[in-house]
T-cell receptor, first 112, second 112 residues
Framework: NAGVTQTPKFQVLKTGQSMTLQCAQD?????MYWYRQDPGMGLRLIYY???????DKGEVPNGYNVSRLNKREFSLRLESAAPSQTSVYFC???????????FGPGTRLTVT | KQEVTQIPAALSVPEGENLVLNCSFT??????LQWFRQDPGKGLTSLLL???SQREQTSGRLNASLDKSSGRSTLYIAASQPGDSATYLC???????????WGAGTKLIIKP
């Protein structure tokens, strides 16, 4: 039981490049989330998916797109990376009843 | 708009002390409240979740309480150990909402 896994762990991009962050969970959770964490800003929700086939914007969705590929996988795409997207990105999933969230280990992204 | 505050931002205590971390929220219409721990450079680990109908939850040396009417939750750590050093975050889920509202965290250092 791996919980929530994220790939890659680290990534350096140049401005304008694109990439996809992958997230998978093996806990059969319905809802999944993408957050970014910046010093002094705390955790901010980018997008979430309440169930397979649905996605919704969070607090800071601009510059990002998501795909809920199936119940297990939820990916985050940066189409044209900007230095302001330098951050640590966390994926989380939650149980259907209590909505207790479980987090992945994070992806440290640097955009130069 | 719900706001979550954690005071103090940082706390340093000698090993063996019992301590209390505070979390306050402005809107009492919450679904549940969750306490997390984050080690430097790591993801978040769920510690305790309290449903809105509950008063407290316990796990080992940790006890979390919830007083909705006063908009407060406390995390009590008994017999603190250096391994308890981490940042502790609380997050509130509003009724019928998938999003968590996060506090900024309390950085705890336990001195040997």
């Amino acid at each position: 039981n791996a919980g929530v896994t994220q790939t890659p762990k680290f990534q350096v991009l140049k401005t304008g490049q694109s990439m996809t962050l992958q997230c998978a969970q093996d806990m059969n959770h319905n809802s999944m989330y993408w957050y970014r964490q910046d010093p002094g800003m705390g955790l901010r929700l980018i997008y979430y998916s309440a169930s397979e086939g649905t996605t919704d914007k969070g607090e800071v969705p601009n510059g990002y797109n998501v795909s809920r590929l199936n119940k297990r996988e939820f990916s985050l795409r940066l189409e044209s990376a900007a230095p302001s997207q330098t951050s640590v990105y966390f994926c989380a999933s939650a149980t259907g009843s209590s909505y207790e969230q479980y987090f992945g280990p994070g992806t440290r992204l640097t955009v130069t | 708009k719900q706001e979550v505050t954690q005071i103090p931002a940082a706390l340093s205590v000698p090993e063996g002390e019992n301590l209390v971390l505070n979390c306050s929220f402005t809107d009492s219409a919450i679904y549940n409240l969750q306490w997390f721990r984050q080690d430097p450079g790591k993801g978040l680990t769920s510690l305790l979740l309290i449903q809105s109908s509950q008063r407290e939850q316990t796990s080992g040396r940790l006890n979390a309480s919830l007083d909705k009417s006063s908009g407060r939750s406390t995390l009590y750590i008994a017999a603190s150990q250096p391994g308890d050093s981490a940042t502790y975050l609380c997050a509130v889920r509003q009724d019928s909402n998938y999003q968590l509202i996060w506090g900024a965290g309390t950085k705890l250092i336990i001195k040997p």
